[in-house]
């Protein structure tokens, strides 16, 4: 395969990097008033970001330069790793809690969020043992099952912390590998009318969920409660119109719309750059997203084409579920968007994600 070995695909790599660079600005425009009034530092969420921004650069150059064949050798120890982890965060004690969730891990400021590295490690199991196994993925029990109960494991474990948003880009990021592995639509039309009832009974099964759910419907049934964070996002989103109220110019980020530099960045960016600048976001991210596609189709061999299909996937799912909740087409839950929203352990592994998908750019036909 290193006989093969080209440039990385520079549309990627432009994608990203005005990605980062829109997200490094709109952080620091989204947090400045929260941070200074907590921090005294108006740039605390920024510095903190760049340096995220930085690491994942690194690491992204770094894995696009490894031997692809790493992915494979690493994909077991990997998931192995990562499923202990999962299960070491939810002891009392050990596991940090925060916004009602316990999905981290670490020591004062150093902390990590397991189920992220979950969701890169699955990714490069799927991808070896699918394409291990392809010959029998048009088969229910001896194919289909296998690969949808080691991330129904995954997804189970991530939903005792409870972290729903996470949890549904790791199943959605799964299902859509295990179909472009040779699935049969049947089988998983079929099991998605059982995940539908599975995901009624977990609403059901949480007071705050089915609140979500009716927020959503009709955030101002509840403005002060379960609809305050739709109806502040939309509030935001609203003013933008065309060209913005301008860059730093946000009311919203004033306290009133909650987690505006992290999971409502993208209504934040839609207040002061207007419909221009969110437009130009969806826009690079539609040009990743093609660009994964193309890596996919045009990879060497079964392992790659998985590999770029997840990569590609789990980007997609995230950026669209977080688009569609602070625009009101989804319900709210707590996911932040790719390349733009504060978060260390979230940038970095997806930059590192990117990192998988250049280096597999490097050997397409």
């Known amino acids: 395969m290193s006989k093969m070995r080209t440039n990385p695909d520079y549309v990627i790599v432009t994608a990203i990097l005005l990605l980062l660079a829109i997200g490094v600005v709109m952080v620091y425009s989204a947090s400045a008033a929260y941070s200074y009034h907590r921090y005294d530092d108006a740039f605390f969420y920024a510095k903190r970001q760049l340096l995220f921004a930085g690491l994942g650069v690194f690491l992204m150059f ?77 088969r229910f029990t001896s194919g289909l099952l296998p690969p949808l109960a080691i991330v129904g494991a995954a997804f189970a474990l991530i939903m005792m912390q409870p ?26 039309g079929g099991l998605g009318l059982l995940g539908m009832g599975g995901f009624a ?15 959503f419907l009709n955030p101002w049934q509840d403005p002060l409660g379960a609809g305050y964070h739709l109806i502040q996002s939309l509030y935001a989103i609203g003013p933008g119109g065309l060209m913005g109220l301008g860059l730093g110019m946000s009311r919203q980020k004033h306290l009133y719309l909650p987690e505006p530099h992290t999971d409502f960045i993208f209504s934040i960016l839609a207040e002061e750059l207007g419909f221009i600048g969110a437009g130009t976001v969806i826009v690079l991210f ?27 996937a789990m980007i997609t799912i995230q950026a669209v579920i977080n688009i569609g909740v602070v625009t009101g087409a989804f319900p709210v839950t707590g996911i932040t968007l790719p390349f733009l929203s504060y978060g260390g352990s979230s940038l970095t592994l997806t930059l590192a994600a990117v990192g998988i998908l250049l280096n597999l750019s490097r050997y397409t036909r």
């Not at 790791?170 to 089988?187: C, D, K, P, Q």
Request: charged share 15%.
């Open 163 to 188: 972290d729903l948003g996470t949890g549904t880009v790791l199943v959605g990021t799964g299902i859509a590998m295990i179909y472009a592995a040779g699935a049969r639509l049947s089988h998983l």
């Open 62 to 138: 770094v894995i696009s330069n490894l031997d692809p064949r790493r992915f494979a050798e690493w994909a077991k120890i990997g998931i192995i790793l990562c499923f202990l982890l999962l299960i070491v965060v939810l002891i009392p004690g050990v596991g940090l809690l925060r916004g009602g969730a316990r999905s981290w891990l670490g020591i004062g400021a150093f902390s990590i969020q397991p189920s992220e590295f979950m969701k890169l490690a699955m990714i490069a199991f799927l991808a070896r043992y699918l394409s291990e196994h392809a010959d029998s993925m048009h």
């Open 201 to 215: 009974a977990l609403v059901l099964a949480a007071p705050y969920r089915i609140k979500r759910i009716t927020a």
């Open 286 to 312: 539609a040009i990743l997203v093609w660009r994964g596609i193309r890596v996919a189709i045009m990879a060497p061999n079964l392992f790659s084409s998985l590999l770029a299909t997840g990569v590609t």
